[in-house]
């Protein structure tokens, strides 16, 4: 006959096997997945002025950001610097904001969209930009996201301000890196 205290930790075996089993077949991954909870990765979005001579200053502010991925809006934080950046300071990329992509997101859409005006300084000459048609949109790839955590659009200054009824009109030419 058992005792009582063996009868009582007979079931315990069988506990530690089922737990053992059930650990080695879930990552935290299927886990957070599983509770509604994805992986999230942050990545930035920079802009940085280029070509910026002759000009002294040119500000811009960022108006809006959407990140989107197969139509879908993704979680976009923008930085409070975005709204005033100098962009004839060549050497530096302003940060826009920060996105944050679930692991299984492979590409998304952004779109960049500037403040309706902005300023300039050419010389002696100042005045307002018109930005209206300021906008920058491109797809960019998670792998080309994983290389740095960030993705850098470079407008180039030159060539993206004309001359018009007194102000200069935005619109931008610019190239994308990662």
């Not at 058992?2 to 089922?18: D, E, F, I, N, T």
């Not at 975005?82 to 060549?90: E, N």
């Not at 403040?115 to 050419?122: I, L, Q, S």
């Not at 030159?158 to 009109?169: C, E, I, K, V, Y």
């Amino acid at each position: 006959m058992k005792s009582p205290s063996q009868s009582r930790w007979r079931w315990l075996p069988g506990l530690l096997v089922a737990l053992g089993t059930s650990a080695c077949d879930t990552s935290e991954d299927d886990l957070r997945r599983a509770l509604g909870d994805p992986v999230l990765d942050a990545f930035e979005i920079r802009i940085r002025g280029q070509d910026a001579a002759p000009y002294e200053k040119v500000l811009l502010g960022m108006g809006q950001v959407d990140v989107t991925s197969f139509g879908q809006p993704v979680r976009f934080e923008p930085s409070p610097n975005a709204r005033a950046m100098d962009l004839s300071d060549t050497g530096h990329a302003h940060l826009l904001g920060r996105f944050f992509l679930p692991r299984y997101v492979k590409h998304v859409d952004i779109t960049v969209r500037f403040d309706d005006v902005g300023a300039f300084k050419e010389g002696s000459l100042a005045g307002l930009i018109n930005a209206q048609a300021g906008t920058i949109q491109f797809t960019s790839t998670r792998a080309a996201l994983e290389q740095r955590s960030r993705v850098v659009i470079h407008l180039h200054l030159q060539d993206s301000l004309f001359d018009g009824a007194g102000a200069r009109t935005l619109l931008p030419a610019a190239h994308i890196t990662h």
